[in-house]
């Protein structure tokens, strides 16, 4: 069974202003789909030829890993966007945030710095750790915080092609956009 582009839980011009529906479509559907063309064409013959995608983040290398978590990645940042949805953490991971981070404002702070400081093309994660507490991790171009055997719970994607098309080299504005169209009823659940 082939791995499959997921849906987009919204239009592709619902988060303008913030992500233009240009970049969506060169995002979603030119990026991610391309990531999901090439895992599809270098899986067979291989052990992960019906592996789910979590293991092939967590245990593949080379061209199969960084396409596989690629499409991992893409689906997940995707998914935590939303046109309307809470703006700020709920429930037990609102808890979290403050008691790791003082504040949402002290964590959104951090966060957006580990984004803007991350060299050349890579992920920002916000994590959770086997004893519940948050973490702020860079990793660098396909990496996934799951083969550290850490929790993902948001991500923002610093490659180029996430933002050159709306803010060209200006990725700290492309990190204030970022914060207006979080979903945080859907990344809380993640805790
Ligand atoms: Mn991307």
New binding site residues.
């Given amino acids: 069974m082939p791995f499959e582009l997921p849906k987009l839980p919204y239009a592709a011009d619902a988060l303008q202003p913030f992500i233009s529906k240009q970049t969506i479509d060169f995002?979603y559907g030119k990026?991610h789909q391309a990531y999901v063309n090439n895992l599809n064409n270098l899986v067979p013959g291989t052990p992960f030829e019906n592996a789910a995608l979590e293991k092939i983040v967590r245990e593949s290398d080379g061209g199969i890993f960084n396409n596989g978590a690629q499409v991992w990645n893409?689906t997940f940042y995707f998914e935590s966007f939303s046109p309307s949805g809470p703006r700020e953490p709920i429930g037990e991971l609102a808890v979290a945030i403050e008691s790791t981070f003082g504040s949402f404002a002290a964590f959104k702070e951090q966060f957006t710095k580990s984004a803007v400081t991350l060299f050349g093309s890579g992920w920002a994660w916000l994590v959770k750790k086997s004893d519940g507490s948050l973490e702020i991790v860079q990793e660098p171009n396909a990496g996934n915080p799951l083969r550290k055997g850490l929790i993902p719970i948001l991500t923002c994607?610093v490659?180029e092609?996430?933002y050159y098309l709306d803010y060209q080299n200006k990725r700290p504005d492309y990190l204030q956009a970022f914060w207006n169209i979080l979903d945080w009823g859907a990344i809380s659940k993640r805790y």
């Fill in positions: 995002h990026h893409h994607d490659w092609h996430a």
